[in-house]
């Protein structure tokens, strides 16, 4: 069933939403993460665990 227009729909769906856009769009400055060129998984998460790490260094050193 679809709420009606201006009521709430009380699923909580996309409250946090942005949050993860924000975050997709910070791996894809990446450009190794933008498109997918390794075939083999762990190389992969591996460079995803290297951007999450560099992303979060970034934001520590503008609170510091």
């Known amino acids: 069933m ?7 729909h ?3 769906l996309g409250i946090f ?6 975050t997709i769009s ?6 190794r993460l933008r498109i997918r ?3 083999r998984d762990d190389i992969h998460e591996a460079f995803l665990g ?4 560099l ?3 970034r934001h520590v ?4």
């Open 17 to 22: 939403r942005w949050v993860v856009e924000r």
């Open 10 to 12: 009380g699923s909580g």
């Open 37 to 39: 060129w390794e075939r």
């Open 2 to 8: 679809i709420a009606e227009r201006g009521q709430p």
């Open 61 to 64: 050193q503008r609170l510091c």
């Open 55 to 57: 992303i979060t260094h």
């Open 50 to 53: 290297l951007a999450t790490c």
């Open 26 to 31: 910070w791996l894809h400055g990446f450009r």
